[in-house]
């Protein structure tokens, strides 16, 4: 097993935040944060009991924090200039392995199956967790369209949203997350994985979300990448 490893973290961030709120959305979600002050930037505050994630003003801007078992996160959420106190630096510290290859290339041949459906393409949803040191590749019970997948009524929702890796696949070439997709991450804390036309030119695409933003992230960092796969940006 591949030791825990700290990276830093480069990528495009984005958070999506609407200047008006008008369906409330931004109040409706409780308030699950803590919210400090870095003063000593080798003492980050802790993520007390009740709270999901802390927001952090340092020197250098706002910083969002959480943890799960599989990973803790540190992330520049907005930047700015705070006289006065230390600056921090983005990190992502992962306590796994990445997915081995037979795994990978499977997740791509059900999702290049599904694209292949003889009654036009359907997008697939998978979950990967990794659980007792070993990944696990999952179809949880789901409703297919060419343009949307959704969890079936007798899916265990539970495990599902448990995953660390939520993958789903476009089955056209659309390279890029969805509206829908936003919508459905916004309140994760997790990788998101999209295979886009897995059935044409296979290209994986990833990001990491936390509770509302969103971080892409190099395919290489969750996965060992067979090298078939072309067009991936890892
Ligand atoms: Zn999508």
């Given at each position: 097993m591949t030791p825990a490893s700290s990276t830093e973290v480069r990528g495009t961030l984005w958070t999506p935040i609407p200047d008006e709120d008008p369906a409330g959305t931004a109040t409706s979600v409780p308030s699950l944060a803590g919210y400090h002050i870095v003063t000593d930037a080798a003492q980050v505050p802790a993520i007390d009991e009740g709270h999901l994630y802390n927001y952090l003003l340092a020197g250098n801007g706002v910083f969002l924090q959480a943890q799960r078992p599989e990973l803790s996160v540190l992330l520049r959420i907005a930047p700015a200039l705070v006289r006065g106190l230390p600056a921090l630096r983005s990190r992502l510290r992962v306590r796994f392995p990445r997915v081995p290859r037979p795994i990978v290339r499977e997740m791509l041949n059900v999702a290049a199956d599904a694209a292949r459906d003889p009654n036009g393409g359907l997008e697939v949803l998978l979950t990967l967790a990794f659980q007792k040191g070993r990944w696990q590749l999952m179809q949880p019970p789901q409703e297919q369209t060419l343009s949307s997948v959704q969890l079936a009524s007798e899916a265990d929702r539970a495990t599902v949203l448990e995953a660390l890796i939520d993958v789903h696949s476009h089955?056209?070439?659309?390279?890029a997350f969805s509206g829908t997709d936003h919508e459905s991450d916004r309140g994760a804390f997790r990788f998101a994985v999209l295979i886009a036309d897995p059935a044409g030119a296979p290209s994986l695409h990833v990001r990491l979300c936390v509770y509302g933003a969103f971080l892409e992230v190099p395919p290489s960092l969750l996965f060992e990448l067979p090298g078939e796969l072309g067009g991936t940006d890892a």
């Open positions: 089955p056209f070439p659309l390279r």
